[in-house]
């Protein structure tokens, strides 16, 4: 069997993150790297095209993800069907639940089965709504999304502006969930199947939540508090600019006591509204979160760990999405690769439909 190559390209907020991943045989090589720096809005293009630029990929084919306001992402109840007659009802069920013209959305729904789930792409070139088998209730649960189509055209627009031939359009949330799935499909066991994970990715604009039980996702949001809010506290309380903020946030030194207090509140915000979210998910499902596993660049922040074990009660684990993952150490330096282990959840989970693609 011939090597296969794609590139998750996780376009965060503040940092644009690229993996390659190569399957051979049962083997899944991490065979690229490449993180840049968005110093600011109006800079997308311009890092993008560098960061292609720089080459470094044996493949343009590339899977990325939408996130924000305008993506809509739904667990909803049906009658039992099958995926023909869901495609069908969707199109008339949507308008229930999105708060967008059906005729303005591009929409793509998937029945949730108790175990693996392969979520649904919004945009995915040349391949229709993925299908598995029926479940036997005459209840399913199903996954329903979203998003604008004049947003998918833009941000399709722009990947083959600078070179890359889309493959997928995916969602940050479901990204986080496929990367945990590979990391314990290529080690097996090493997850039990009744435990519920929440995998949380704090970023730089905002964090996201999915909740697993054993591989499957039952709850998935995004929350608007992150990384560069706590930038922008610690930049009002000792009134410098946001790249001085930036770089105390990151290496207190001496200020780390004024730093720890002044993101308190911010991180105390943040914990609430997760919080809210594993509350929900109780009620609804009658299960209590029992490990949260952290993600993103803006889970580094110093005291963050303390409040995570103040608000749930127990100690945050910090994954790394690249441990299953082969790395060939004459091309990437094992040091490097741990320490930016944080960042690369969302674009090993992108690149990991590698092993859901049709042969
Ligand atoms: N050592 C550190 N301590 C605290 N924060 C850090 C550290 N290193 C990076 N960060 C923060 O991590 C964030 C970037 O992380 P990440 O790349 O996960 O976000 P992003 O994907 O760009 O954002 P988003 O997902 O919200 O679009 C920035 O807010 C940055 O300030
Ligand atoms: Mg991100």
Redesign the pocket.
Known sequence: MGKRSLIGL?I????I?AVELTESRDQVELSALDVIEVPGPGHLRDALRELVGRGGFHTRRTVTAV?GRAVIVRYITMPTMTDEELRNAVRYEAGKYIPFEVEDVILDCQRLDEEGIAAPAVASPGSGMGSTAATKTDEMRVLLVAVKRSFIDDHVALLEEIGLVPSIVDV?SFALGNAFELQNVLRPGSHPVDRTVALV??????TNINILVGLASYFTREIYV???D??EAIGKRLTIDPSQA?AV??NPGPRTEEVRETVASVLDDLCHEIFLSFDYFKTQFDREVDEIYLS???S???GLDETFQRTFGKQPVRWDPTEALTVRADRMNPADLRSMAP?LA?PIGLASRIRKEER
């Open positions: 996780d965060g907020s503040r940092m993150k996130s940050d990715d704090i970023g730089s604009y905002k992150a990384g560069s706590f930038t930036e946030k990151r993103g660049g803006g580094l922040l110093l960042l969302v």
